[in-house]
């Protein structure tokens, strides 16, 4: 059996060049995670002996490894377009605030990782995850593709250098655009695979990434530099994304001892015999909240930007690629890094037509290939990859179209949904806010009856994990 029916390419009206290209294009617009969830982890994981630059070798091996097996349980089981690794955002909650925050052993949140894992692998065979996707309200679906686009578009802007961060206005266009050639290149990549996807031209997002990357080597052989973050910061107050070097220096160099991940893997292990009731508990629900609504947010959101959703706004065989999602995190966690989940960064390839599992098979090839070599990521600059985010947002915020802004019980939920999102930096938090105004609005105005009792109590759960998120009750529990 060939590739096309293997992965069915025929039926979902793709070919094997499209899916390659839809696949590199995944893996160049995420694998900074190569590099970024080390930088984040290594914070928190300090292993006796092993000294910090091996320990941060050892996590990069690590998170080739999870991306890697759980996006290939994605393309051989789920057939889904839909690349995995370890989460933004979760690795941070991990290093952060439950290991230097809370004081719990890093082997100890492994633990709970990893029992998040098999709880999710439980509730996706029992069919729990797909019956409280389904409870999502209308609104909320065709919503999230929107927030998932301004979300990307936000993240694109600011590691373009083209917005930064301002203590007046939070957000506001870089100061000092003219004189940071970061800025510049990325504006004119920008522009430059815009007009690439305009003409229609294929493989435009690769070709986008790959001609921003040489230009930022071209500028850095001419002796540009990226404008200093504290040069910024000290003349205009503004908060520039650090260090964005032109032509990145790879940080990580592989040795032998880099591959010796046994310090890490199976440390979950000695987490689970240093457990309290309590403050696990609590741990595990947050690490599986945050985990089990950004996944199901992500598959709602790119599966509305690939047109896999059904009349209902549901995914079919939603339960395949979440069984992915949970093998992945468990597996992760067993390895030795933080919850692993399903890419927003997946709607570039989707948007490059890529549609089955075929584009995610070429995305863990390309993960595992990386530990033969220096990541290929290293040699693409943030800013180049990031280009691409806003390309795609644009993209995707063309799906409010759906949504009936006549009905203010639409409009609300939907509405909250996608701005909830970019501004808070979590999907979860977007959705939260679509599903916890619904059935209060559809009660205000006298349509009580339309409310399904599950769309209630999951509104009452996102109420308690935000009670136990911002309370104070985590730390007490400690």
Same mark, same amino acid.
């Given at each position: 059996?060939?590739?096309?029916?293997?992965?069915?390419? *025929?039926?979902?009206?793709? *070919?094997?060049?499209?899916?390659?290209?839809?696949?590199?294009?995944?893996?160049?617009?995420?694998?900074?995670?190569?590099?970024?969830?080390?930088?984040?982890?290594?914070?928190?994981?300090?292993?006796?002996?092993?000294?910090?630059?091996?320990?941060?070798?050892?996590?990069?091996?690590?998170?080739?490894?999870?991306?890697?097996?759980?996006?290939?349980?994605?393309?051989?089981?789920?057939?889904?377009?839909?690349?995995?690794?370890?989460?933004?955002?979760?690795?941070?909650?991990?290093?952060?605030?439950?290991?230097?925050?809370?004081?719990?052993?890093?082997?100890?949140?492994?633990?709970?990782?990893?029992?998040?894992?098999?709880?999710?692998?439980?509730?996706?065979?029992?069919?729990?995850?797909?019956?409280?996707?389904?409870?999502?309200?209308?609104?909320?679906?065709?919503?999230?593709?929107?927030?998932?686009?301004?979300?990307?578009?936000?993240?694109?802007?600011?590691?373009?250098?083209?917005?930064?961060?301002?203590?007046?206005?939070?957000?506001?266009?870089?100061?000092?655009?003219?004189?940071?050639?970061?800025?510049?290149?990325?504006?004119?990549?920008?522009?430059?695979?815009?007009?690439?996807?305009?003409?229609?031209?294929?493989?435009?997002?690769?070709?986008?990434?790959?001609?921003?990357?040489?230009?930022?080597?071209?500028?850095?052989?001419?002796?540009?530099?990226?404008?200093?973050?504290?040069?910024?910061?000290?003349?205009?107050?503004?908060?520039?994304?650090?260090?964005?070097?032109?032509?990145?220096?790879?940080?990580?160099?592989?040795?032998?001892?880099?591959?010796?991940?046994?310090?890490?893997?199976?440390?979950?292990?000695?987490?689970?015999?240093?457990?309290?009731?309590?403050?696990?508990?609590?741990?595990?629900?947050?690490?599986?909240?945050?985990?089990?609504?950004?996944?199901?947010?992500?598959?709602?959101?790119?599966?509305?930007?690939?047109?896999?959703?059904?009349?209902?706004?549901?995914?079919?065989?939603? *339960?395949?690629?979440?069984?992915?999602?949970?093998?992945?995190?468990?597996?992760?966690?067993?390895?030795?890094?933080?919850?692993?989940?399903?890419?927003?960064?997946?709607?570039?390839?989707?948007?490059?037509?890529?549609?089955?599992?075929?584009?995610?098979?070429?995305?863990?090839?390309?993960?595992?290939?990386?530990?033969?070599?220096?990541?290929?990521?290293?040699?693409?600059?943030?800013?180049?990859?990031?280009?691409?985010?806003?390309?795609?947002?644009?993209?995707?915020?063309?799906?409010?179209?759906?949504?009936?802004?006549? *009905?203010?019980?639409?409009?609300?939920?939907?509405?909250?949904?996608?701005?909830?999102?970019?501004?808070?930096?979590?999907?979860?938090?977007?959705?939260?806010?679509?599903?916890?105004?619904?059935?209060?609005?559809?009660?205000?105005?006298?349509?009580?009856?339309?409310?399904?009792?599950?769309?209630?109590?999951?509104?009452?759960?996102?109420?308690?994990?935000?009670?136990?998120?911002?309370?104070?009750?985590?730390?007490?529990?400690?």
């Amino acid at each position: 059996m060939g590739l096309a029916d293997y992965f069915a390419l *025929d039926e979902h009206d793709t *070919d094997v060049g499209t899916e390659l290209v839809a696949g590199v294009t995944t893996f160049l617009t995420m694998s900074y995670i190569v590099v970024v969830n080390p930088a984040i982890l290594s914070n928190a994981i300090q292993i006796d002996g092993v000294s910090a630059n091996r320990t941060f070798q050892m996590i990069a091996v690590v998170t080739l490894v999870a991306a890697g097996t759980a996006t290939l349980v994605m393309a051989l089981y789920a057939n889904r377009p839909f690349a995995q690794a370890p989460g933004l955002g979760l690795n941070a909650f991990f290093a952060f605030t439950v290991v230097l925050g809370l004081g719990i052993p890093w082997q100890t949140a492994l633990a709970a990782v990893v029992v998040e894992g098999i709880i999710f692998i439980v509730l996706t065979a029992v069919g729990a995850r797909e019956y409280i996707i389904k409870l999502f309200p209308e609104p909320v679906k065709l919503s999230v593709g929107a927030g998932i686009g301004l979300f990307l578009a936000i993240i694109g802007l600011e590691e373009m250098r083209v917005v930064v961060g301002d203590p007046a206005t939070f957000l506001t266009f870089s100061p000092v655009f003219a004189s940071d050639p970061v800025a510049v290149v990325s504006v004119v990549g920008l522009f430059l695979t815009l007009a690439l996807y305009a003409r229609d031209v294929p493989g435009s997002i690769v070709v986008g990434i790959v001609a921003t990357s040489l230009m930022g080597y071209a500028a850095s052989a001419m002796g540009y530099t990226a404008y200093a973050a504290e040069k910024a910061t000290e003349l205009y107050g503004v908060t520039l994304q650090s260090p964005v070097p032109l032509a990145p220096d790879a940080p990580i160099t592989y040795n032998a001892a880099s591959y010796d991940i046994s310090p890490l893997a199976g440390a979950f292990i000695t987490g689970l015999q240093n457990v309290e009731g309590v403050s696990f508990a609590l741990i595990v629900f947050t690490f599986f909240f945050v985990d089990f609504f950004d996944t199901a947010g992500t598959l709602v959101g790119v599966g509305q930007a690939g047109g896999f959703l059904d009349e209902d706004g549901n995914l079919p065989d939603v *339960d395949k690629p979440l069984m992915a999602d949970a093998v992945g995190t468990t597996v992760g966690g067993m390895l030795g890094t933080s919850t692993v989940t399903t890419y927003i960064e997946s709607a570039t390839g989707v948007e490059e037509g890529g549609r089955t599992g075929l584009t995610a098979l070429v995305v863990a090839v390309l993960f595992f290939a990386s530990l033969a070599v220096v990541p290929l990521a290293v040699a693409v600059p943030t800013y180049a990859s990031h280009l691409v985010l806003v390309v795609v947002g644009v993209i995707m915020l063309s799906n409010v179209a759906e949504i009936a802004w006549d *009905d203010v019980t639409f409009a609300v939920p939907a509405a909250l949904t996608v701005l909830v999102m970019p501004f808070t930096f979590s999907i979860a938090y977007g959705l939260a806010a679509g599903i916890v105004s619904y059935p209060l609005v559809k009660a205000a105005v006298g349509e009580v009856d339309d409310v399904h009792v599950g769309q209630w109590v999951l509104a009452a759960l996102f109420v308690l994990y935000f009670y136990v998120r911002t309370s104070g009750v985590l730390s007490a529990a400690v």
